[in-house]
């Protein structure tokens, strides 16, 4: 926005509307991290109290002993780091092809490529997961890997 031609007063007005609307979004993230340090008494009080009077952590450690979060962060790890690194090891190659050699269909293979980056994965969610099932990999750290690296 060039603001040299703009009208402070409306420049002003802008800037209290995106203010006052991003602290209207954020109010149930703070209305839930005071929630999860209250006691559930606390919790559904007329009227509510943003700050706890009851400062208890029983909140965070009943879930973290209902949910295996150790295993879904490794999952997590795992999955995020083959995928990166099998991404960026076919996407360099494929980038240093293109831009180092000449061959025939190059200019073809290329549109393609990038035609198929605009394909969403809504349309191709299902034929990947019929995919997967063929090879027998459901349920396994290669399905996930399969389906978004591919």
């Known amino acids: 926005m060039d ?41 559904i009080q007329v009227p509510p109290t943003w700050i706890p009077k009851h400062f208890t952590l029983d909140n965070i450690k009943q879930v973290f002993e209902q949910l295996p979060f150790a295993r879904y962060f490794l999952n997590s790890v795992i999955t995020t780091t083959v995928i990166v690194f099998s991404v960026l090891l076919t996407s360099a190659m494929a980038g240093y092809g293109f831009s180092k050699f000449n061959f025939p269909g190059k200019k073809i293979l290329f549109f393609l490529i990038l035609s198929s980056l605009m394909i969403p994965f809504q349309v191709r969610m299902i034929p990947l997961y019929q995919m997967a099932q063929k090879m027998d990999i459901i349920n396994s750290y290669l399905g996930v890997v399969f389906s978004v690296a591919f």
């Open 3 to 43: 603001t040299k031609h703009t009208n402070p007063l409306l420049l002003a007005i802008a800037y209290t509307v995106l203010i006052v609307g991003s602290l209207w979004m954020l109010l149930p993230l703070v209305w839930m991290t005071s929630a999860a340090f209250k006691p559930m008494s606390e919790i």
